[in-house]
């Protein structure tokens, strides 16, 4: 088998934390339509997510190994994508405050023979309270503008973090554990 990986994803923040467990891969960011569907939870999108970019990116790299991952935050049973600029983002980042909400990553690897495996971890991540003036201050550093959630929690928004229970690593975009065992699972070595 091929020693190849691809990260299915242009993400900065995947391809730092990825390199902590793989030396060596390739990025490339597939084209989907990332559009919740009607009724989907945020567990169901980020899989169905994570599954089409590695699977659109394999078919670009037949003879690699491909990784795929995506991540949700929801609230109250409603899914927080990339706030779709400030009107949208004031929307529902304040309602965050002094909140627990969940956010859920999942991962999905092809391997060379197209079979598929996957793997979903999810965070609960409890903010401390805020008001819409920091909310709006937030929104000026320019940090929550591709974030699902519309935070970083590796960033400036790492302030409005009271608790975190869950995978750190799954909050930031890539869970390592998961990811790991995806890959040893499916036999990829690298030398």
Same mark, same amino acid.
């Given at each position: ?101 969940? +956010? +859920? ?10 079979? +598929? ?54 909050? +930031? ?19």
């Amino acid at each position: 088998m091929t020693d190849s990986l691809i990260l299915a994803s242009s993400s900065p923040r995947r391809k730092e934390l990825l390199a902590r467990i793989v030396p060596e891969f390739t990025s490339y960011s597939p084209d989907i339509d990332e559009t919740p569907r009607a009724g989907e939870n945020p567990f169901r999108l980020s899989m169905r997510l994570a599954r089409e970019k590695a699977v659109s990116a394999a078919s670009h790299f037949p003879e690699c190994f491909v990784l795929g991952s995506d991540t949700s935050a929801a609230l109250d049973g409603r899914t927080l994508g990339k706030p779709h600029g400030f009107e949208d983002f004031m929307e529902f980042f304040p309602k965050l405050s002094g909140r627990v909400h969940t +956010v +859920v990553t999942a991962v999905a690897l092809v391997r060379p023979d197209g079979t +598929v495996t996957e793997r979903i971890c999810s965070a609960e991540v409890e903010m401390t309270a805020f008001s819409e003036a920091d909310a709006a201050w937030y929104w000026r550093t320019g940090e929550p503008q591709d974030k699902a959630g519309g935070y970083a929690v590796q960033g400036i928004g790492a302030r409005f973090i009271r608790r975190i229970a869950g995978s750190p690593t799954g909050l +930031v975009g890539l869970p390592l554990p998961e990811t790991a065992e995806l890959l040893a699972e499916a036999g990829f070595h690298q030398a």
